[in-house]
């Protein structure tokens, strides 16, 4: 009941302030007509094919225009240090692959007593890598280039030295666990 009382305040505040005019004629029966062609499948309001169209293409060139932008980006860093320095760069793939063969090894050479070397060097190798790729960006923010340039060899003669010392450890772990095979007597 109190909702009531409300709605009769808000009513009577309300009053005069209400638009008073009648509706012309035949309103009710356009209404009407217009509620049973809807229901019947007709449409409420006349739509212009040819707006909805142009809505979908504009909405189509707007997508391929934003994803041009996306999928643009910027070259990637070897890219930038390639257009640097064109040796550089071929130097650069020379060592990786270089390396990426001795890794491949060092890991065949793996066994249960050389494993924590081997860890511990591809953590090393990963902190040298991670070096080298922040000498690549300041190569391309414009270092100097010959001071930079020198450091990134001697980064990948690092790891090519280390590489090499771990892999002769391991061969020398493995003579010396043959040899204690050998003189063992049962």
Do not use: C
Not at 37 to 54: H, I, M, S, V, Y
Not at 64 to 79: H, N, P
Not at 111 to 133: A, N
Request: net charge negative; glycine share 4%.
């Amino acid at each position: 009941m109190k909702e009531y009382e409300d709605i009769e305040t808000l009513f009577k505040t309300l009053e005069g302030s209400f638009d008073g005019e009648t509706p012309r004629e035949g309103h009710r029966d356009r209404f009407l007509s217009r509620l049973s062609e809807e229901a019947k499948g007709g449409t409420q309001r006349n739509d212009n094919p040819w707006w909805r169209n142009l809505s979908i293409a504009a909405t189509i060139a707007l997508l391929l225009a934003s994803s041009v932008f996306i999928f643009r980006g910027e070259q990637s860093l070897d890219a930038q240090v390639a257009e640097i320095s064109p040796q550089a760069s071929e130097t650069s793939r020379h060592f990786a692959g270089l390396i990426s063969v001795q890794i491949k090894e060092l890991e065949q050479m793996s066994s249960p007593e050389t494993k924590p070397l081997i860890d511990d060097t591809l953590t090393q190798l990963e902190m040298l890598d991670s070096d080298y790729k922040k000498l690549e960006r300041d190569l391309v923010q414009g270092g100097d280039s010959k001071l930079i340039l020198s450091a990134m060899i001697t980064n990948f003669q690092t790891r090519i030295d280390l590489l090499r010392e771990v892999m002769e450890r391991v061969e020398e772990v493995k003579q010396f666990k043959n040899e204690n095979y050998e003189n063992t007597t049962i």
